[in-house]
């Protein structure tokens, strides 16, 4: 269908008269030009296109007049085909001759012809009644030689864009299609429309594309793959994305825009979309407000169109916020949404029944998100009409930190706030109907995340502890994906967006794994076994203890920076060093509670203890079915040897429990002679006590005599 | 494997890493509906001396591997800091000592707790010098003697009032909750919001803030409303059962005192946390040291109601 729009009398007079080079001229203006640098540029020629490059404003007229000056440079019976002037013409131009004709009027033609097999067949067939019906030339075949020139004209312009000009005039989403040759090209223009491009701004949302992040084409392509039937794309986005021939196309120009999304770019426009945040200030007061983000290329003191009609006049004294959003802080507002529109850009508040906020510190309070992340910690605001049906599952699933906070009520009527909801994993029971956004997700993407990883960052996990699978759910329906280890293959079960790889059957052994989802996402993770014996040697803090001289703990510091001093006691895990320690007795000994009497000598003559009678084990060792073989006895000396008397031979046995040699004696006779007795008639004495026993013998000798 | 056993043998592997990677980890490795969450289980790993935490910086770092006796527990030592999954091979397959014997015991909510039974006094240091671990006697006690008061916990403290422009909580020592409030001017116990996590000050009567953590608060914060009643003592046969309020943790080593002198992790009985074989010596140490009259009871447990 053609249209038409008013024309001057100016612009009649441009009428018709266009040449070659004014079309080309025109076309690349339009197409091609420092505007669209490094931006992906589909080569859309179509009417409402035309309307605004040719000055009749007549989309008939500009394809009659485009048509005109490609017929006017055939080579019609050249027996290198039709277009071979313009093939030769444009070989030199790919190489840099400016001079040189382009071929961008034939191939304007080609892709307008493509556009207008609108809801016809795909087929070469179609495409040739309007290609030869635009240059008024038998419909029975195409022209003579376009099998051999066209192919290589959009390989020229191709050439041109990406390697003559590294696209600084765009960057080229042509594609060779080994289903279509001849008309593949033409067709890869006009599938993707300008409103399909406008949408990838929602799809970067819906991924939680952060500006900057690389993000490869093919993984872009399956994530919108999964995204985009839902989302109200053209006809010709969704053939496009169903035709594996089309995916390098579509990869080049999701990557392309990806490239240059900063959040607020409405792709293959120059307009702009900026998401007004929610935000909760808690202190001092609890407030509601709403934030406008301030993105590149917005104007500082916009005059923007608010809902209820008013031209209202914003400001902003940062460079990364306005002052303030003229809408109205209540229930409705956040229930419904709202817009303001500005020139070249809009403000948009997403309504909903559930906003799910995050701590923004750049905005001072908790701002608004796309959704729950799992293990953070989130405030949920919801509406009054959803509170008893939600309330459940957010107390349920939010951890046992999560509280309502009840002063919103005053601020906020018909609104309830759930404060520090954190969601640790996925739940068992999913949220309620339209609380999509209360699900955790990992950025909505394929990661594998938890595990036992070996180093920061994963790659290498501990056997036994391979990470989990996340997967996003599109349409309510889990990612496929499959698992290569050691060259098998296994498909993965597909329920939920929570896949415990840890669970499979049979276990992942050690080696390097593979998963491969949606055809072009692969992530891989080795598992590797134990073989440390102790811990890899690291800075461990202490704690630290300075100690008075008269043994008072004076100050504690926990386990943190700082060296100690050497006057100061450590403590690392159960062990204490350093300093002196007061008021710890000497090690117990351990006496086997079937001897029937027990006595222990220290190194000095006269230090001797008889054991008294063992308490009962202890219940908790009962409990834990431990034996309570031997008793404890600490004496008040350090012990060396523990004489214990049996009732069956040998009757008294003697061992050592440390190697001190015999010392000074005590100043107490008496005690010295029982203490010289009690190394006497003894049946057994450990062979390896033997030399250290004598040395005690030799000293209760000498003292008996 | 529990999960616990599970993290501590992934954290010796590591030997240390960020609260976010033990936070991560956790999550994995923990089964869903677990009431008990990161924070609490590394807490009761550093308890149990397998860890030590660095909270300012938030991180967290393996224990080296220490083997003691514990206190009239029949001759058992206890193996604790790190264990890796090769050392647990080890001495599960590996150990050929005529006089001892490595149990390990599962616990709820902790990692097992290795119990080395022994045939003879030197069969511990024997044992040690095989892993090429130190040997320690009497860790509790040593312990209990270090323990440093409320106030020599605070000497180091001293801090500027915390910030409450996100958010500001107060602790309500009676119910154990964390209101929002609008002001932070009078003494107490606030947790301020930072984002990543939440700061803790406590604010003296003279309206000095300390920078604390919650152990150290919520102690400092019931000695200055007058409540020296927590802390309760149940003898048993042989030492006996220190019960330590839930919503009041011990700080980290007053609590590791306790728990070493079993090796286990406390016991929940109610609102108490129970540890086991204590002696009186060790309870009244930590009981005085956190501004405490060590209540005596017949029957701790039934505490748990009251």
Known sequence: MLRYAPVGAQALLMMRTWSYRDWSTALRNHYFSARSAGEPVLFLVDEDHLLEIHPSRSASEAAASLAEVVRGRMDFGHPNGEFHRVERDARRWRHGDSAAPDPLPLLALCVLAASWMGSGTVSTANYREHFCGLLDLPKTTLPPGYGLSVPQLWQYLHEWLEDLHGGSYGRSTIVKSAAQPWIGYALSQTLFLSADVARLADFFESIELAPGEDVDGPELLAYFRAWAPSHGLSKGARYMMDSDDHAPGLERILSGHARRWDGTRVPGSGERRSVIRVVVDPYPRLQVALAAPRGEGLPESPEVLAPDGRRVRMSSTSSHWYDSVPLPVEAGTLRHGASLQGAGFSLILRGGEVHVLRLDPQLGGWGSVPSVLVGERHWVLLADEVWERVRGWLFEHGGSECQEDERLARVLPRWHLVRDVVIERPPATPPPAGMACLSPSIQHRVALKGGLPLQRGGGAYLVGGPPDLWRPMIDEETIPARLVSNGQERDLPGEGLHLRLADLDPPLGHGEHVIQALGALRRSLTLVPSTRLKPPTVDRPEHRLAITTTGQVESHQPPGVGLATPEEVRVSGARVLGGAVAGVPPQPVLINRRARYAVVLGSRPGEREGVPSRPPAPSWMADLGLSDRFADFSPSFEPVWVIETWADAPRRRARAVSGQKPEAAVDDLDAVAAWAEELSEIDRVRARDEELWQQYVAVAEEIGT | ?306
């Open chain 2, 1 to 306: 494997m529990t999960s616990e056993e599970l993290l501590l043998q992934w954290a010796s592997e590591r030997g240390g890493g960020t609260w976010s990677e033990w936070k991560d980890v956790f999550r994995w490795a923990t089964p869903a509906g677990r009431p008990f969450g990161p924070s609490l289980a590394l807490r009761t790993f550093s308890m149990l001396g397998h860890v030590e935490i660095d909270w300012e910086a938030s991180r967290w770092t393996v224990a080296p591997p220490v083997l003691t006796l514990l206190p009239d527990a029949g001759g058992h030592g206890l193996l604790t800091g790190a264990r890796t999954g090769a050392l647990r091979k080890r001495l599960d397959h590996e150990l050929d000592h005529p006089d001892v014997l490595a149990h390990f015991v599962a616990q709820a909510d902790a990692p097992d707790a290795c119990l080395v039974g022994t045939g003879s006094g030197t069969a511990l240091q024997e044992l040690a010098d095989w892993l090429e671990v130190p040997y320690e006697h009497s860790l509790g006690r040593r312990l209990a003697a270090l323990l440093p008061d409320l106030d020599a916990m605070l000497v180091h403290r001293r801090s500027t009032p915390g910030i409450p422009d996100l958010g500001v909580e107060m602790f309500d020592a009676e119910s154990g909750r964390w209101p929002p409030v609008e002001e932070d001017a009078r003494p107490g116990l606030y947790r301020y919001e930072r984002g990543w996590r939440k700061e803790l000050r406590w604010k003296d009567d003279d309206g000095q803030p300390y920078h604390v953590d919650m152990a150290l608060g919520a102690w400092c914060e019931l000695r200055r409303l007058g409540r020296r009643s927590e802390i309760k003592w149940e003898p048993e046969s042989v030492h006996g059962l220190l019960g330590v309020p839930v919503r009041f943790p011990a700080p980290a080593l007053h609590a590791r005192a306790a728990a070493m002198c079993s090796g286990l992790a406390p016991t929940r009985e109610g609102r108490m946390l129970m540890y086991r074989n204590v002696p009186e010596d060790v309870a009244a140490a930590v009981a005085s040291s956190l501004s405490q009259e060590l209540v005596l009871v017949d029957a701790v447990r039934s505490e748990g109601v009251s």
